[in-house]
Structure formats: structure tokens, C-alpha cells
């Protein structure tokens, strides 16, 4: 309990006097490291756009590690296995219970693996699918239909889910949209300028909601 309450302290002095993000490093051999450019560019766009001044050095932190302390945001994304040790989920469970904000940005793939090893994290907790009218649709541009389609796979409408502590969104889950690839340099994936900016401003949304709850 001590550990935990030391853990809150530290995060919520953080969220107060910085704004800084990471990417997060797991296990299981899924590509954490996928779509290199996204979240450089999302973090360009927010600080251009929405008066936000965040480090624009990304840092990688591991799920066990007590750095992710350091970050009241955190960024994970790929396209396959997703393994959380019980050391791993611990962590990550303090992390969000204390005030930490993690966006899992399916890329293609993961949603079995990121639905199982969450129950890891949360065992008595859920991911449900997050009401079009919630504050992260509109918390800096409005889209009153929700989570934006940015590239096609399955041909599925996009779905954004999320846990919940009391009523603050702890954890999002955006899957069937892949928000990440309309964040990389526009070469990569050669979207149109108009998806690449939906998914840019759906991405600021994410990160003003993260640092303001």
C-alpha cells in the first residue's frame, strides 16, 4: 500500500508539471516497435494545434518497469502476440489505478491477444465500447459519429472500448481504425490528406482527454 500511495504522488506531480508520453515495450513478440513516425507526428500535430507542450523525444518504456511512472501517457501498438508476466500486469494495474492513461491502437491483429492478457491486468473489468457522446469525441475537434475508419481490413466499422475507474477512461482500446498508420509520415501509407488529418485530430482528442482527466 505504501508502494502504491509513493507510485500516485509521483504520477500526479507528473501530470501536473509535465507532459511527456512513451511508447510501450511488451513481451510475446508482437511488434511494439510498428509505425515509427505515428506518435512523433501526433505529438507535432497537438503542440501545432491544440497548445500542448510535449517533449517531442519519445521515449520507450518497458510494462514492468517503474519508469512508465515517469509518463501520464502511454502509446501501444502492433500487430500480433501481446504477453503481460503477473509482474508486468501489477504494474500497469498501479500505473492506470494512479492516474496513468494507456491507448491501445490495434494495428491489425492484436485484439485477441490485448483482450486476454487484459484480464490479466483487470481481472473484474471489462473493456466495453465507449458511448459516441463521450468527452473524447469532442474534447478538441467533435466527432459526433465517434471513432474515425482510417484504413481498411476486415471491412468492419470501427470500434473504440475502454475500462473504466469509477468514470474516468483509463485504458482505450481503438480497434478496426488504426489510427497509427494516419499518424505516420504521409509516404507510407499514401493517404489522402483528409484521412490522414481525421486521424490526426481524433488522435489530439486522445491526448487532451489524457492530460485534462
Excluded at 42 to 54: G, P
Excluded at 64 to 77: K, V
Aim: proline share 5%; with cysteine.
Amino acid at each position: 500500500m505504501r508502494l502504491i500511495l509513493m507510485l500516485f504522488f509521483s504520477l500526479f506531480s507528473i501530470v501536473l508539471f509535465s507532459q511527456e508520453v512513451a511508447i510501450l515495450k511488451y513481451k510475446g513478440g508482437g511488434d511494439w516497435y510498428s509505425n515509427p513516425t505515428a506518435l512523433p507526428n501526433l505529438i507535432k500535430y497537438c503542440n501545432d494545434n491544440i497548445d500542448t507542450n510535449i517533449n517531442e523525444n519519445i521515449q520507450t518504456v518497458e510494462a514492468g518497469s517503474i519508469d512508465i511512472f515517469q509518463f501520464p501517457f502511454l502509446h501501444m501498438t502492433g500487430h500480433g502476440n501481446v504477453f503481460f508476466s503477473e509482474d508486468d500486469a501489477e504494474n500497469l494495474r498501479n500505473y492506470l489505478m494512479s492516474g496513468g492513461f494507456l491507448h491501445i491502437d490495434d494495428n491489425y491483429g492484436m485484439e485477441p491477444y490485448v483482450t486476454k492478457e487484459l484480464k490479466k491486468v483487470f481481472p473484474n473489468k471489462s473493456l466495453i465500447e465507449i458511448p459516441k457522446n463521450h468527452k473524447i469525441f469532442s474534447s478538441a475537434f467533435n466527432f459526433p459519429n465517434g471513432l474515425p475508419k482510417i484504413h481498411e481490413h476486415d471491412g468492419k466499422a470501427p470500434k473504440a472500448y475502454g475500462i473504466f475507474q469509477d468514470e474516468r477512461l483509463i485504458l482505450l482500446f481503438t480497434f478496426e481504425s488504426d489510427l497509427g498508420d494516419g499518424w505516420e509520415d504521409s509516404e507510407v501509407h499514401n493517404d489522402p490528406e483528409e484521412v490522414r488529418e481525421k486521424a490526426l485530430k481524433m488522435g489530439a482528442n486522445i491526448i487532451k482527454y489524457a492530460f485534462e482527466h
